[in-house]
């Protein structure tokens, strides 16, 4: 199958999975939020809580098997990974616009994630992460089915993991005022971008050094 092919199966998958994601939070929001979303949260039943954490990791593994199943590289299976994370994301709230007539815009806050901690943010954070992801991962598949490999070495992990848990960290510190029963009111913007530019210096880098068809690592 080509990349064409490879990248369309992907981006079907992230929309589908995007629209069952809304899907579920619509009825979630029927249930503990029937005037509409908003912040302080409503305290959610612990069973519920439990549920719902569940639920995002089978979500994320569902993810990896999907990428697993793609590809035989290490690489192409991350970089196919992303690519179906960013699209279900920004789908997400582009079915959510269409079934609720929300969010208002993308500055509104919105709970992102629950593990392991709450994560919070405005919407435009998470849909900037899902674009640079999705853009970034397809011009490494583009790559890889010309045989050339970017070449993830020391430096680029480093500056990738940091980058990932600085953003991470932006979302969390956000979610403190939540977990007081408080509306988030300040979003840590300097550390999100901190993060943001870690990350694209990591695949910039890797991007610099490639290596040839013949090189077997992954």
Request: no cysteine; net charge negative; hydrophobic share 55%.
């Given at each position: 199958m080509d990349l064409k092919k490879r990248l369309l199966w992907l981006?079907?998958?992230?929309?589908?999975f995007g629209y069952i994601e809304s899907a579920v939070v619509v009825y979630?929001?029927?249930?503990?939020?029937?005037?509409?979303?908003?912040?302080?949260l409503v305290p959610i039943d612990k069973k519920t809580l439990a549920?719902?954490?569940a639920r995002e990791?089978?979500?994320l593994v569902l993810l990896w098997s999907t990428a697993v199943l793609s590809y035989r590289r290490l690489q192409s299976r991350v970089a196919a990974f992303f690519i179906m994370f960013g699209i279900w994301d920004i789908f997400y709230y582009i079915f959510l616009k269409i079934l609720l007539d929300w969010p208002q815009s993308l500055s509104t806050w919105d709970i992102l994630?629950?593990?392991?901690?709450?994560?919070v943010g405005p919407v435009w954070a998470p849909v900037?992460?899902?674009a640079a992801l999705i853009t970034l991962s397809v011009i490494v598949l583009y790559l890889n089915e010309r045989g050339v490999y970017p070449r993830f070495g020391p430096?680029?992990?480093?500056?990738?993991?940091?980058?990932?848990?600085?953003v991470i960290a932006?979302?969390?510190?956000?979610?403190?005022?939540?977990?007081?029963?408080?509306?988030?009111?300040h979003f840590f913007i300097p550390l999100f971008l901190t993060g943001y530019l870690l990350g694209l210096f990591s695949y910039a880098y890797a991007l610099c050094r490639t290596r040839s068809l013949h090189d077997k690592r992954v």
């Open positions: 981006v079907i998958w992230g929309v589908s979630l929001r029927e249930i503990y939020y029937p005037n509409g979303f908003s912040f302080p549920i719902e954490t990791a089978a979500t994630f629950l593990i392991p901690f709450p994560w900037a992460v899902s430096l680029s992990l480093i500056a990738g993991v940091a980058g990932g848990l600085t932006s979302f969390i510190f956000a979610a403190s005022a939540v977990l007081e029963g408080r509306a988030p009111e």
